[in-house]
């Protein structure tokens, strides 16, 4: 028991072996007439209707959360809210693990991973609402969930507010793009906007790797192929090289996880495909770090002259509050692929020669850093100060600018009142 003694949802009589619990979610959940005549209960209510009344709790519910000794939970615009669905207002270890084996209904396999390896990703549909990539996990003994709501539809450019200059990555022939950001920055969405593209533009192979499958793709002038992690290959690498021989102009690995992975992928590009996937790191600088840093360091060099002959764009995303409360806004660093670029990657940064450098001065090739946005978003009166510091890459030098910032509520940088000084001279 130890340190789970003392939580009213962790007592005695409802901890249970890891095994037992887990060979309890495989079963399906049964009370015997005896037990229900002998202690009358409320019916339990569908997982189902559990989940619609969570999507219909706000307009913008971006995931759901169930974990034992808190309400059912939505997230909407980055804050956690409680609901209320029925008689549930305080989840139990009993009522989690229920939801939890619901959604693993039929799914052998992710009852083999949450036994083995105590947590499973899956894919889970609601028909006629939503459909959800979840993961179900241990903690404390108990189960707990959470799930992602994937829009029904694929997000266009317009409804993202991308930069129409993104629009550009449909028309590669090959090389490597790079989506990356923390969970829920809206990397999938991002690039499922740019697969929609392609497949709309042009009579190209598609094959997509993820783990689960989030957006549903038809075939359009593009013929696309699904393929799911665990369902229809093992692993994000053997599915890579298979792809390498089926023919396909484009692939989509849903996230650049291993060194297997991350090699296959470069070598792909390599061979005439484009790749797109996704890392979880902030910014370029950082994405370069964790591909060359997945590799010995005697191999680190080669790496470096492959990525820079590779790579053609690392498109970096972060979800910031609106001061108006309303939602987020994206706020997008971009980073292409010209001659100053490939050099400092595969040279190294250093003083005064670093890829932040390059995208301060490469505007003329539609990059653009994040600070830069900020700054931006802060002169329309969408983001605050605060929120725009907090979200910084670097804070002394935005502190700065953001100091020079006008009074007035003209929403005009001193940047642009020098320049019009300058005209006026």
Request: hydrophobic residues 40%; charged residues 20%; neutral net charge.
């Amino acid at each position: 028991m130890g340190k789970f003694a003392e939580h009213p949802y962790y007592t005695k009589t409802q901890l249970t072996s890891e095994s037992q619990l887990m060979d309890s979610i495989s079963q399906p959940a049964v009370v015997s007439s005896a037990t229900a005549v002998s202690t009358p209960q409320q019916p339990a209510i569908a997982t189902n209707s559990i989940l619609s009344a969570m999507l219909q709790f706000a307009p913008r519910v971006s995931d759901l959360i169930f974990s034992p000794g808190k309400p059912p939970q939505v997230e909407v615009n980055g804050t956690l809210l409680g609901v209320k669905v029925g008689d549930l207002a305080v989840l139990t270890p009993a009522d989690t693990k229920r939801i939890a084996a619901d959604l693993l209904a039929g799914n052998q396999k992710g009852i083999d991973l949450l036994r083995e390896q105590g947590a499973c990703d899956i894919s889970y549909s609601v028909p006629g609402k939503s459909r959800f990539r979840a993961n179900i996990f241990m903690q404390r003994g108990t189960c707990a969930v959470v799930m992602r709501v994937i829009p029904g539809a694929i997000p266009g450019f317009e409804m993202l507010k991308l930069p129409e200059r993104l629009k550009e990555i449909s028309e590669l022939k090959n090389g490597l793009v790079l989506v990356t950001g923390p969970t829920g920055s809206g990397k999938s969405s991002t690039l499922a906007a740019i697969l929609d593209l392609i497949n709309e533009k042009y009579a190209y192979h598609i094959v997509t790797i993820e783990d689960p499958i989030e957006f549903i793709h038809r075939h359009k002038k593009g013929t696309v192929h699904q393929r799911e992690l665990h369902s229809d290959t093992p692993s994000f690498g053997l599915a890579l090289r298979a792809a390498l021989r089926q023919a396909p102009k484009v692939i989509l690995v849903g996230e650049m996880r291993d060194r297997e992975t991350i090699e296959t992928a470069m070598e792909a590009a390599e061979t005439g495909h484009l790749v797109l996937s996704t890392l979880h790191t902030i910014d370029a600088s950082k994405t370069v770090e964790r591909i060359i840093g997945a590799f010995p360091l005697s191999e680190q060099q080669l790496i470096r002259t492959r990525l820079a002959n590779t790579f053609r764009w690392i498109v970096s995303q972060r979800l910031v509050p609106k001061k108006d409360g309303s939602g987020r806004a994206a706020v997008i660093e971009i980073l292409r692929s010209n001659q100053r670029v490939r050099e400092y990657l595969e040279k190294g940064e250093r003083e005064g020669r670093s890829l932040l450098d390059a995208i301060h001065d490469g505007s003329n090739d539609g990059m653009q850093c994040f600070d830069d946005e900020l700054e931006k978003l802060v002169v329309a009166g969408t983001i605050s100060h605060e929120t725009a510091l907090g979200y910084a890459t670097n804070m002394g030098n935005l502190q700065l600018v953001l100091s020079q910032i006008s009074e007035d509520g003209d929403g005009n940088s001193s940047h642009d009142q020098h320049m019009r000084s300058l005209v006026t001279i």
